[in-house]
């Protein structure tokens, strides 16, 4: 069963309307929205230092003095509006608070990016009907436009991802429904307002500029021109439907050489980096995130690194594992379901280079399928994207430098001075060259078509 609410947020932007929602909402008796409490440039509304008698300082000091203070008022329905550059402290407290209920508020964010650089320009953030409009233009700035888009969107994402993790529902408006009373009825019934037949929207605030775009714009050619970039259908996005992957912390390894050496290795990449590390000190393995937190406040000025491998050449590394090491059961999937006709394991070590090349390129095809979420066989850390891989490190630390295999020897050693390392014996670090026989188109095109996230973060070539 679900709980009643006891208070709400408006999660929206400037100039989305969240001005006239407040009104409309503050003119109901047992509900009060406290305008934008949480902007760290004012208390609510613009030239406001206090808010319920909680000042700027002690805000600033603790968020949730201000938060409790506003919404713990039992009888009444308080709220907020919330925007993506407002006190990041309160974002957590108000999604899991399931009493708090969630709306949230769009608009066109072309109309919200114009509307705001004129509200800038002219200083008139609201309009009432006794007042008139001071004409203005502004000039498009696509930069500008395309870091206030990224900001929105990111935000929008992060709240339905929250909501949708934690089970709730938001309710959700788009400017143009502002002024529709059915609607407005609507959301107050959903906040549980049910004893208020009807709501009208506020009328004591209209709109500032209902003129078309191009004359609101002095560059409304160029901005034309310029928004045909975008894609907002996002017609060129990589699909990716592979597992998250976790930072893989066990398996890095470090080196008390110089100030410290933190190798984070690829499964499936090149095996001679622990080779070399060995050389230069004892190798230590097998931490924790504590433990590898621990090491590095013990090691300041210390450097790490990964290292990637052409995706051929890893696929046909990750192949030769699956030939030899991994466990049996894989390889009779890949017989029974996958369409990779393995001969029976007995008969792999006698088979022809040629037919090692007929079956590496149905196994291409496999990690294809396998890494869209069409098997199902988990994607292997053998096998997985390095692009995945990599992201996954930075969910607990990123490297220094992605280094690659090919250059391994030409870029480390930057690397190696800025640690302090003066002996560092590069003598004994041979990359391993992709072997010539790999070197087909076919088996470069089907390596593509695998791992074309990789290719496209990393700029592989064929």
């Not at 009888?75 to 990041?88: E, N, S």
């Not at 996002?234 to 930072?247: A, H, K, Y």
Request: with cysteine.
């Amino acid at each position: 069963m679900t709980e009643a609410f006891r208070s709400f947020v408006i999660f929206a932007e400037m100039r989305t309307g969240s001005n006239l929602l407040e009104a409309t909402l503050n003119a109901i008796k047992g509900v009060t929205c406290f305008g934008e409490a949480f902007n760290p440039y004012m208390m609510g509304w613009p030239d406001k230092d206090e808010l319920q008698g909680i000042t700027r300082e002690q805000r600033e000091a603790d968020p949730m003095v201000l938060y409790r203070k506003l919404m713990e008022r039992p009888g009444h329905l308080p709220g907020f509006r919330y925007f993506h550059d407002h006190d990041p402290r309160v974002f957590d407290r108000i999604i899991e608070d399931r009493s708090c209920a969630k709306i949230v508020l769009t608009r066109n964010p072309l109309d919200s990016y114009v509307s705001t650089r004129l509200a800038w320009e002219t200083n008139q953030w609201k309009l009432n009907e006794t007042e008139t409009p001071i004409p203005a233009a502004i000039t498009y700035d696509g930069t500008e436009f395309r870091e206030m888009l990224t900001a929105i969107e990111r935000f929008q994402r992060r709240v339905l991802h929250r909501l949708q993790v934690s089970g709730q529902s938001a309710f959700w408006l788009g400017y143009e429904d502002l002024r529709d009373a059915e609607v407005m009825t609507g959301l107050v019934h959903w906040l549980g307002r049910t004893d208020v037949a009807r709501v009208e929207p506020a009328r004591d605030q209209v709109p500032q500029n209902p003129r078309e775009l191009a004359d609101k714009v002095r560059n409304f050619d160029e901005m034309q021109h310029d928004l045909r970039t975008l894609d907002p259908f996002m017609l060129r996005r990589v699909p990716n439907f592979e597992p998250r992957r976790g930072p893989s912390v066990p398996g890095f390894i470090a080196v008390e050489s110089g100030r410290g050496l933190l190798h984070m290795p690829i499964k499936g990449g090149p095996q001679g980096v622990a080779d070399w590390l060995a050389r230069l000190d004892d190798l230590q393995s097998g931490f924790t995130q504590t433990t590898l937190r621990q090491w590095k406040r013990k090691h300041p000025g210390h450097r790490s690194f990964t290292v990637l491998r052409h995706p051929l050449f890893r696929a046909w590394s990750a192949f030769d594992h699956l030939m030899t090491e991994a466990p049996p059961e894989i390889r009779q999937a890949m017989r029974d379901v996958q369409r990779v006709a393995l001969p029976a394991d007995g008969d792999l070590p006698g088979l022809s280079q040629d037919r090692r090349l007929e079956l590496f390129e149905a196994f291409l095809d496999f990690l294809r399928r396998n890494l869209n979420a069409q098997t199902t066989l988990p994607t292997s850390p053998y096998w997985a994207s390095q692009s995945e891989v990599v992201a996954g490190f930075a969910r607990f630390v990123s490297p220094d430098m992605i280094l690659r295999e090919e250059r391994l020897t030409d870029d480390l050693p930057a690397l190696i001075d800025m640690a302090g390392i003066r002996n560092p014996r590069l003598q004994h670090l041979r990359p391993e060259p992709m072997p010539d026989f790999l070197r087909q188109k076919p088996l470069f095109q089907a390596a593509r078509r695998a791992y074309l996230r990789d290719y496209i973060a990393f700029g592989f070539e064929d």
